[in-house]
Structure formats: structure tokens, C-alpha cells
């Protein structure tokens, strides 16, 4: 399948049966299929027809898709029971995913991440999922302990951490899952979807090459 088609793929495959389905559906789902611990985040509130964060600040930079309480990390659960009860609560609420439990994440531009994927596809990597969301950005779920492996690893390919837009979220951070909206820009989409072949994730080792080069090119 070439890069150009992932996103509008019609794989069939447990998770991605989003279209029409609730949040609190999809949200259930991520726990119960995907044993990944969720947590409602805020979610987008009409004021004269501009869509606004519940959070009330009107300069919000990721409206709708972040975190509604300080104490986010401890509401996450892998329980799908406790996720309907979270999401019945607050029905409108983004799925937010906290790295560093079951996977940690390596976010990339939009740009080098299509880049990324081709290049992976030309050396028949195999993928976890990958989102792309609307602040241009997409996040590739790896293993655990990428956010501390990945400094070194790139340095070992000639770069200083620094000089790349690549960065690796474990504990304490978090993505944003589909079908979240920020704000009026879109809803966060999978670029490459669960499915039972990517259940086992790969380590941030096996693709950090392809992402580190696209990330140079894509300075």
C-alpha cells in the first residue's frame, strides 16, 4: 500500500471502526481491545458558532485535545468499565492516551513522518500505529523506554538531539487518540491503524534511522 493511501486504507481491523461512533464507544474500545489506558481530556464547547476549549482559554493552543485536570495520570485506566463511566460523565470529552505505560511515542513533523513511512515501507519495517493530527504532527507508538533510549540513539547517527524535530514522549506525557478534534482544524486521524498485526509494537531502535533522516531532510 503506498504512503499516499494509508490514511484513507480500508483495512479491516478491530479498532478503527470510528465513523459514527461515539467517543465513549471508541474510548472502550481502546481499553478493552487494545489494553491501553485512557482518560478524558477537555472537548469543544459553541460560542456564536466558533468552537472554543472547555478549558476557557480563549488562546488555547490545542483546544479540546488536553488535559482537563492536573491530575490526569492518576484518572488513566486500562479499565473499560471505568472508561464508559468517565466518558458517560462527559460524553464530548477528547481520548487522550498517556505515554510511557504501554508505549512511549516519537513525535515527528507532518512532513518528515510521510517521508519516514515511505522510506520504511521501501525497507518492509513493521509499524505500530501512527496518528496524525491536526497541529501537523504524528506520533509513531513504540515500545516503552523509547524517551530514554532515543537522545543516544540518534547521536549514535551523527545528530545532536537538538538539531532535530524529533521527540520522544514517555511518562508524564501523553497523544491525543481519533477521532479528538482540535479546535477547527480537523480531527486526529490514523496514518497507520491498529490492527492485530501491529499489536506487538516495535522498539524506538528499529525506526529511528528512517526517522532521524527524514527529520534532517525535512530542517
Known sequence: MG?????????????????????????????????????PGTWLE??????????????CAAPGAHPSREDWATQATGSATVARRLWSKQPRASILLPTGRAFDAISVPETAGFLALARMER???TLGPVTLSPDRRMHF?????ASVKVPDLVRKLGWTPSSLDLVALGEGAFVAAPPT???????????????????????????????????????
Open 181 to 219: 478534534r482540535y479546535g477547527s482544524s480537523g480531527a486526529v486521524q490514523w496514518a497507520c491503524r491498529p490492527t492485530p498485526a501491529n499489536r506487538w509494537l516495535p522498539d524506538a531502535e528499529e525506526l529511528i534511522s528512517p526517522l532521524a533522516y527524514a527529520c534532517g531532510r525535512d530542517r
Open 141 to 145: 507508538l513504540v515500545l516503552p523506554g
Open 3 to 39: 504512503v499516499e493511501e494509508t490514511i484513507a486504507s480500508t483495512e479491516t481491523a478491530q479498532i478503527p471502526r470510528q465513523r459514527g461512533e461515539s467517543l465513549l464507544e471508541t474510548a472502550v474500545r481502546y481499553a478493552e481491545e487494545r489494553h491501553w489506558d485512557v482518560f
Open 46 to 59: 459553541a460560542v456564536d458558532g466558533v468552537q472554543h476549549c472547555s478549558c476557557g482559554d480563549a488562546a
Open 123 to 125: 525497507m518492509e519495517l
